[in-house]
């Protein structure tokens, strides 16, 4: 069960915002979150706490394929992304790296920047604990539950390797 | 069962005779490539899987490029991490500065992308070699590593939006205002997940340059991949680089598409894209109230040949203004060459302009290029959002090169119209 306080931004958040390319001369996650978010949010990495919650928008994590961006999030604390839409790279990354995301358009139309959620992520059952609100989040396709099961892609392509010789 | 290129290309490489929409397929991969950005994390993602060594050692493309010549020691260590990975492996592609491009431009001019590929690159670009009639798209990555091990990916086959584009292409316009328009049309996110395909009598006109730089911004349009079917220009450019065989798709007359988006080109004029997302496209006209004090001729979008010979025809026998640093970047050694016989390099320097080595750059905010606060820039890359080239108050203005260019004499937003 995740329980965090919300982080909440609007349309298109791209990967340039989430960490910017300045910063990309390193792959140190804690070093990668120490910029996540500033040139929209500068006092993101000061307000977040570990277990928090970022909501937005439509498309979140448009633009570049860096993975440094989910990697950047999740080592700042953040225990789960809620959005309207991801972008496919990001989302395909977040799966890879570990980040829990969830699409849920009503979560994010009813849910305020501070306000507390409560996630059962396997049932994809978000509660907002300020307003008395529960909704459901779209579930993954069966492939790729399959490949969080079995504890991400590295794992998967391990036993695919196996499978080979 | 009528299909897309973009299916056909799938079905061939997972073993189908047809794929679906909304398929989950695995499908085996012509060429997996990385940059000094995301490979690292790549090879660290591989070493993880105790794979013996990559798939096939020609088959693997690694090319730093972002942050190269070496801008700081932290991107030194990142590209000494792929030499010696390269060096480990024996990887035939791994491209050393001074033989270094800018990867979507480098990798179909080295003829290592052929029509009927499919591809995956740790860069979001990976997409520009659809204008070859290959299906090819970013990922991250993770799964770049895994696909260096295994030669193979996962992918959920996409839906298709074909765009047609009819009426003859007005002077000064070209792939990067259609595309721009495009993307003004549809939005940053027009096309999610979607494959976007792009046809049309417009589309023939266009030269290969003017293909790559529209099927390399289908991303921005939140496209998995652009492709364009293969036609004589096609198969010339392919006869002269190619390395391998290749195989030409083409889309059936009656496949089925999401939708289908009809552009009259015949009225365009070269589009300007505003600050802080491409969609923000508007004509150039409404534009020219905007000053600036930097103007970047290049990258994996506009850094071609074509694009410097256009950029130096505006420029020749003008001077840059005295408000404006113009910085040209030819995208890859070959190209760089070529302007320098050609006589471009001299226009550019002659006009008060740097000309740098092959470098991604000022693109993404790295080096070479820098903004600080407050200052703006018009260049002809592909992304304007907040802080991409610089500082979080600096802005991008993203357009065509004969606008770069037209603006880099004029001190603001310009068309090439104006310096009669």
Known sequence: MIKGKVHKYGDNVDTDVIIPARYL???????????????????????????DIIVAEDNFGCGSSREHAPIAIKAAGVALVIANTFARIFYRNSLNIGLPILECPEAVAGTSAGDDLEVDLAAGRISNLTTGDTWQAKPFPAFMQNLIEVGGLINYTKSRLAQRT | MSQTITQKILAAHSGRQQVEPGELIYAKLDLVLGNDITAPIAIKEFEKIGAATVFNKERVALVPDHSTPNKDIKSAELVKIMREFARKHDITNFFEIGKMGVEHTLLPDEGLV?????????????CTYGALGAFSTGVGSTDLGCAMALGETWFKVPEQIKFVYYGKLPKWVGGKDLILYTIGQIGVDGALYCSMEFTGEAIAELDMAGRFTMCNMAIEAGGKNGIMEPDQKTLDYAKVRARRDYTIYKSDPDAQYKQVVEIDCSKLEPIVSFPHLPENARPVSESTHVTIDQSVIGSCTNGRIEDLRIAAGVLKGRKVHPNVRLIVIPATQEIYMQSIKEGLTEIFVEAGGAVSTPTCGPCLGGHMGVLAEGERAIATTNRNFIGRMGHAKSEVYLANPAVAAASAVLGRIASPEELK
Request: aromatic share 2%.
């Open chain 1, 25 to 51: 001369n390193t792959t140190d996650p804690r070093e990668l979150a120490s910029h996540c978010m500033e040139d929209i949010d500068a006092d993101f990495i000061t307000n977040v706490s570990q277990g």
């Open chain 2, 114 to 126: 052929v029509p009927g590929d499919a591809i995956i690159g740790a860069d979001s670009h990976t």
